[in-house]
């Protein structure tokens, strides 16, 4: 399994960012697929998932109704679209998938990604 993912850069507050995470060896359509963050200095923290049992979503608090997270099963991609970004959502922005149904931790998640970077000028 291998999770790839682009698109991290830099963009001024306000700006928007699109993240992708290209998946090989699993099939997004059958995983949970989540999108956490690890800002300089602290610990890693969830900002998004999409459940393949009953295909919902769930989002942290910190990003709900400026971050979307969507899928392209026939690119096999999941991405994160990001609007209205705040220098606090500067961090490190990593990919990951579990077979879990419904995962209540960042633990239960087996696969990950390299990660992206994405920075906010204010």
């Known amino acids: 399994v291998q999770l790839v993912e682009s698109g991290g850069g830099l963009v001024q507050a306000g700006g928007s960012l699109r993240v992708s995470c290209a998946a090989s060896?699993?099939?997004?359509?059958?995983?949970?697929m989540g999108w956490f963050r690890r800002a300089p200095g602290k610990e890693r923290e969830f900002v998004a998932v999409?459940?393949?049992?009953?295909?919902?979503?769930y989002y942290a608090d910190s990003v709900k109704g400026r971050f979307t997270i969507s899928r392209d099963n026939a690119r096999n991609t999941v991405y994160l679209q990001m609007n209205a970004l705040k220098p606090e959502d500067t961090a490190v922005y990593y990919c990951?998938?579990?077979?879990?149904?419904?995962?209540?931790?960042?633990?239960?998640?087996?696969?990950w990604g390299q990660g992206t970077q994405v920075t906010v000028s204010s």
């Open positions: 999409w459940y393949w049992s009953g295909d919902s979503t």
């Open positions: 060896g699993l099939t997004i359509g059958s995983y949970t």
């Open positions: 990951a998938a579990t077979s879990r149904a419904r995962p209540n931790a960042a633990a239960e998640f087996p696969f």
